[in-house]
């Protein structure tokens, strides 16, 4: 523990040497009273000032600390807190903007089987995506360090042990890739380029994109962080041009003939099919997906509670708007039928009808890969660094190898499963297919949290909340995930679902699945040694750049 003990703070420090309680979250000193604190934090006192960057929630309930590793030791390593408001708002607009708004409006429409239905799928997305965001703003000031909904599952499920942790683990690694968004990134290349997107072709691309991606972030991390934000600046420009040109469509003064034919009647055709709706607002959902993204890389925020309260509402603000104007512009210079039949390639088809054939090829849309892919690194680090069994060894992948500042192990996590789907399925079945299953356990996993911050409200209703949700929101937000859970296994309209020929039901499934690995993995590690008489004792370890790790080795049970 000598190589743990000084990277602690001097005040646990020397309670250790008087020979006190060494327990690192019990030994957070609260000097001041909780409404200080809250006054402090209200009022965005900078990283200097002792309160901005830390955890008062669980200083003042040290029964609260997530996992097994103090909020010092989780923030250890790396490069630090270097990302601002600034950065955080366009690390949520870049993860938003991206495949979704420039493909998804065709699944949708063609799922829900109306202009007016479809506009109103959007609109529900836009506000169950901010109550998430308020019920994920309250996890995360209350708990300011990375992980997202691993960190707020571990405060809150605490037993059985690691079982909560070992769940979202498994989800977010099997199902924690960006296949989809560099298949569509590499069809829209040929596109441009005037070719048909023959399928190794796509792969092809498809690898160059994830491949380069995780090498910018995990040699480069600052030249990964600029890219990333003009990436999410260009992405706003280009709906911003999108949202204009639907105007001057919609004025009369272009080529398109009759720009308001999809708005007369917009509900006519409309599904009367549960399924067919919750199957569409999976897919909404995944398009405004990324609002929490800053939860999950909190340790390199500066001042993380008050730039959390900013970057959150705002960077959604922003994509809420341009999703609707965007979704306007596509039916006025569309039809449906044309929108239905455009495949994964909408956004192409409006410069097509606005502008001609050359426009068209002019347009490959920037994907959100980036923005994910920086997020999922973290996630992935912050679970090695919790001491989930993983191949060869915890260390290596919670490290920052090889430049001490970014994780590329994290990173390499990542790549393995979104090269496995770029390779192994046929992109026209896979990508409605993925989006299907990505977003089944991930409501699964929301399903779970809005418990906890009820569970939390009645149980600990007195420990610092920098920011509180309104309860309607929450209420809403878990009426949501009960109806999205249960409704894609009723009948769709047409008995076969939008990915043929696999039943409707199948996403549902597999994503129920891997959850339930997820809990047999658990039971292999923290069950079955019991059995032959052995248990799983932790330590912790603090690596050459600085990451605290939890380590875990097999004892024999006295």
């Known amino acids: 523990m000598a190589s743990l003990f000084k990277f602690l703070p001097a005040s646990i420090r020397r309670l250790r040497q008087n020979g006190e309680e060494d327990d690192v979250a019990s030994a957070v000193p609260v000097e001041e009273s909780l409404d200080v604190k809250r006054s402090k934090l209200a009022s965005g006192e900078s990283d200097g000032d002792s309160l901005a960057s830390k ?86 000031t209350m708990f300011p360090r990375s992980g997202g909904e691993k960190v707020y599952l571990e405060a809150v499920y605490k037993k059985p042990k690691h079982l909560a942790t070992i769940i979202f683990a498994t989800n977010a690694i099997v199902l924690g890739f960006t296949a989809s968004g560099c298949i569509v990134f590499a069809q829209n290349i040929l596109v441009s380029a005037g070719h048909t997107a023959d399928r190794w072709v796509t792969r092809g691309i498809a690898l160059g994109v994830i491949g380069f991606v995780t090498l910018l972030h995990g040699l480069t991390p600052r030249l990964g962080v600029w890219v990333m934000n003009g990436l999410s600046v260009f992405k706003i420009v280009i709906l911003l041009f999108v949202v204009i040109s639907g105007w001057v469509v919609l004025s009369g003064h272009t080529r398109v003939q009759d720009p308001h034919a999809n708005f007369r009647n917009a509900f006519a055709g409309s599904s009367n099919s549960s399924n067919d709706y919750a199957t569409a607002t999976f897919k909404v959902l995944n398009a405004y997906a990324g609002w929490s993204n800053v939860n999950y890389v909190l340790n390199n925020v500066k001042n993380p509670v008050r730039t959390l309260k900013i970057a959150g ?84 992948w919670a490290s920052n190898w090889p430049t001490g500042k970014s994780p590329l192990p994290g990173l390499i996590i990542h790549l393995i499963p979104s090269v496995i789907v770029i390779l192994a399925p046929p992109p026209q079945v896979a990508y409605p297919f993925i989006l299907d299953v990505e977003g089944y356990p991930g409501q699964i996993i929301n399903l779970f949290i809005v418990l906890g911050l009820f569970w939390l409200r009645w149980h600990k209703p007195n420990v610092p909340r920098p920011f509180k949700v309104w309860l309607p929101l929450a209420v809403f937000f878990l009426a949501a995930a009960v109806f999205l859970l249960v409704a894609p296994f009723l009948r769709p309209a047409n008995g076969k679902g939008d990915t043929p020929p696999l039943p409707y039901y199948l996403y549902c499934l597999v994503g129920i699945a891997i959850m339930v690995t997820g809990v047999l993995y658990w039971a292999a590690w923290r069950v079955v040694p019991r059995w032959f008489g052995y248990e799983y004792v932790s330590r912790k370890e603090t690596l050459s750049d600085g990451t605290v790790v939890t380590l875990f080795s097999r004892k024999k049970i006295e």
Not at 329 to 343: R, V, W
Not at 355 to 365: D, I
Request: net charge negative.
């Open 313 to 396: 509402p705002l960077g959604l603000g922003i994509c809420a708007v341009l999703y609707l104007l965007a979704n306007i512009s596509y039916f006025a210079a569309a039809t449906k039928e044309e929108i239905t039949n455009s495949g994964v390639t909408v956004a192409s088809l409006f410069f097509k009808n606005v502008f001609g054939e050359k426009a068209q090829k002019a347009l490959t849309c920037s994907r959100n890969v980036i923005t994910i892919t920086f997020a999922a690194a973290r996630i992935n680090q912050e679970l090695a660094k919790e001491g989930i069994p993983l191949p060869f060894g915890n260390r290596f």
């Open 55 to 140: 955890e008062i929630t669980t200083a003042a309930d040290p029964g609260l600390n997530p996992g097994e590793l103090s909020f010092e030791e989780d923030a250890a390593g790396g490069m630090g807190r270097h990302l601002g408001v600034f950065s955080c708002t366009l690390l949520i607009v870049g993860r938003i903007i991206g495949t979704g708004i420039f493909s998804t409006p065709s699944s949708i429409l063609g799922s829900v089987g109306s202009v007016g239905a479809s506009l109103m799928l959007w609109v529900l997305g836009f506000v169950l995506s901010f109550c998430g965001l308020f019920i994920w703003l309250e996890f995360g």
